[in-house]
């Protein structure tokens, strides 16, 4: 059964290996002239940290934070973080991707993304920015790995998983 890859999601966290991602998803692209969408999550985490401080500290954020604003304002700040990423490592391949910021748990969003978005493959890293809560909860790309309904091809740095001899 051959299967024809109209549209990679590509899951970039703004970490090291974000370019990896998404230099693998464009060669990937290539082969197959597919979209790529690129998808970044704002890990509910975060934001429930942000809530907690407002709640037992009301008095310090003077300004009135709301974190309403605050994820809005997060959301276009990663939103121009990426354009100018893509702008800078991707000029010309850039009219081919597309962004998505969402905000929820890392590797629900990305299943539910794959659902939504009729993905046919996903390029992720197998770490990122949450490398301490692997120890605790287990890593969104293994997760991702484990329940996705697509293929996923796992992004490595040779260097760091180079094997001894």
Request: a positive charge; one cysteine or more; aromatic letters at 8%.
């Amino acid at each position: 059964m051959k299967k024809n890859i109209q549209k990679i999601l590509a899951c970039v966290d703004l970490s090291d290996y974000s370019l990896m991602v998404l230099a693998h998803a464009v060669e990937l692209a290539k082969a197959s002239d597919a979209q790529i969408l690129v998808l970044n999550v704002i890990n509910q985490r975060d934001i429930h940290g942000i809530e907690m401080a407002v709640g037992h500290f009301p008095g310090y954020f003077s300004s009135g934070l709301d974190v309403q604003e605050y994820v809005k304002d997060l959301k276009k700040d990663r939103n121009e973080s990426l354009r100018q990423f893509i702008k800078e490592h991707f000029f010309e391949e850039k009219s081919k991707m597309s962004l998505k910021i969402d905000v929820g748990i890392p590797f629900d969003c990305i299943l539910k993304t794959i659902e939504t978005e009729n993905i046919d493959l996903v390029v992720m890293a197998n770490k990122g920015r949450g490398n301490v809560s692997r120890v605790l909860f287990g890593s969104a790309a293994e997760k991702v790995f484990r329940h996705s309904l697509v293929p996923v091809v796992s992004v490595r740095d040779r260097k760091l998983f180079k094997r001894e001899k």
